[in-house]
């Protein structure tokens, strides 16, 4: 089974700054894809960006843009001008390009904003 | 708008109780799934279906019941649950196989076992 790790359990950041969060992953394959999911107070889970390991550029969303490198297996998710909205879990996930179905997550950053 | 929905939201139940929970999509996806998630943790797979036919059970216990009757609906069927089962449950689906869509959730069913 795949592993994937993020390392800061909770995080806070000032409303209007911009705030990385961290994720790293193991695995042997050299096709996958990557997830961030954003799952505030009220539950759902709501895809945040999207990444797939044969890109090199990295992807970008709005205020959302990830650090993508694949060498050091890791996908980073930095937030711009931090919005009171933006607040809650953040889940890292994979997917293998080989076996599909299932999806990894990692154990979530749970972000504060202050206004 | 949710593309995945669940019914109930709320379930409270007591341990001798059998009840169901039912997910319902109509994005054409051929895999759906459901997780267990406490707070502040994150989904636990417990089980997968791919073409209407269950690929992966996580060794979940048999008080669990999955079932999957077409490709639009997936359900759960509870019996005999223990205090340490409250949790939320999520359903989800995806396009199935190797891709890079994502799962869409559903806003999950919150369960408390008396």
């Known amino acids: 089974a795949q592993t994937v790790t993020q390392s800061q359990p909770e995080m806070s950041v000032q409303e209007a700054e911009t705030v990385t969060l961290s994720c790293t992953y193991d695995?042997?394959?050299?096709?996958?894809?990557l997830f961030w999911y954003k799952q505030p107070p009220s539950r759902q889970m709501i895809l945040v960006i999207r990444?797939?390991?044969?890109?090199?550029q990295n992807a970008t969303e709005n205020r959302f843009s990830v650090n993508f490198q694949k060498a050091a297996k890791s996908f980073s998710l930095k937030i711009s001008d931090s919005q009171l909205g933006d607040a809650a879990m953040y889940f890292c996930?994979?997917?293998?390009?080989?076996?599909?179905?299932?999806?990894?997550f990692g154990t979530g950053t749970s972000l504060t904003v202050i206004p | 708008d949710t593309e995945v929905t669940q019914t109930p939201k709320h379930l409270v139940m007591g341990m001798t109780n059998k009840k169901s929970l039912k997910c319902e999509q109509h994005?054409?996806?051929?895999?759906m799934y459901w997780y267990k998630q406490k707070a502040k943790k994150p989904p636990e797979l417990m089980f997968v279906?791919?073409?209407?036919?269950?690929?992966i059970n996580e060794s979940v216990p048999s008080r669990f019941s999955p079932e999957c009757p077409n490709s639009s609906l997936l359900n759960l069927h509870l019996h005999a649950l223990q205090p340490e089962d409250s949790a939320l449950y999520l359903c989800?689906?995806?396009?199935?196989?190797?891709?890079?869509?994502?799962?869409?959730f559903g806003d999950g069913t919150r369960l408390s076992i008396l």
């Open positions: 989800a689906s995806s396009r199935p196989g190797r891709d890079n869509q994502p799962q869409h």
């Open positions: 990444q797939e390991a044969y890109k090199q």
């Open positions: 994005m054409g996806h051929r895999a």
């Open positions: 279906y791919s073409y209407e036919k269950l690929s």
């Open positions: 996930a994979y997917r293998s390009a080989n076996t599909g179905n299932q999806f990894y």
């Open positions: 695995t042997s394959e050299s096709d996958y894809y």
